[in-house]
């Protein structure tokens, strides 16, 4: 479990400022989507979601973070499936309903309000970020766009490439799936900012009780 709690920390502390700026010019992009808008704000958007503005330098930036990304939100998946056994086993010792526990570790305000929105943020936008960046890793990397469609053994290269962008944009069940998409990268937008506060707060109050036993 510590492992694993630093593995997403350091993680999340290093792709955070990345990760924010992609989920954030990817809602731009969405909304775009949505209102069929070709303004100048949501072209910049979409050339900013692919390089960052500054080349080759921002596409490589950009694909590691996707990677490291999956570390990050799978590490987070296990986090939260490991406090919501404990709390579930701690109700049963209790003779208390365990769908208590699950209940209150998917609400946005357990334990308090910004460790809720980090931990049930997390979960609720897990897996359509998880097939954001599953898709994206293939124009990121030729060895995985290479694997997944030899995965898919596709003859037609153009149907499986619409298949993936579809997913990535989440124009692939039209409106409702692009408005779960804008959910998505919204919350995803908002994880790095409540994980850097969460750390900061962790990290004040270690270093206060640090110094006051001194």
Request: aromatic residues 16%; contains cysteine.
């Amino acid at each position: 479990m510590h492992t694993i709690r630093m593995i997403h920390k350091w993680t999340g502390l290093a792709i955070g400022l990345s990760f924010m700026f992609l989920c954030f010019s990817g809602l731009v992009i969405v909304l775009g989507k949505i209102f069929n808008s070709y303004a100048p704000v949501f072209k910049f958007a979409k050339s900013f979601h692919t390089s960052f503005l500054i080349g080759e330098a921002g596409k490589w930036i950009i694909s590691i973070s996707a990677l490291l990304a999956l570390i990050e939100i799978i590490s987070g998946y296990i986090i939260w499936g490991q406090r919501t056994t404990a709390l579930c086993r701690s109700l049963r010792k209790q003779n208390k309903s365990i769908w208590t526990g699950i209940r209150k570790n998917l609400g946005f305000n357990f334990p308090d309000l910004l460790t809720g929105l980090h931990n049930s943020g997390g979960f609720w936008s897990g897996i359509p970020l998880l097939i954001m960046i599953l898709t994206c890793l293939t124009w990121c990397f030729g060895w995985y766009g290479e694997m997944v469609y030899s995965l898919f053994a596709a003859s037609d290269t153009g149907v499986l490439f619409h298949t993936l962008h579809a997913l990535h944009v989440g124009s692939w069940w039209g409106f409702l799936s692009r408005l779960l998409w804008l959910a998505a990268v919204l919350i995803g937008t908002s994880l790095p900012i409540t994980g850097y506060i969460l750390f900061l707060r962790r990290w004040k109050a270690r270093h206060t009780k640090s110094y006051g036993s001194h």
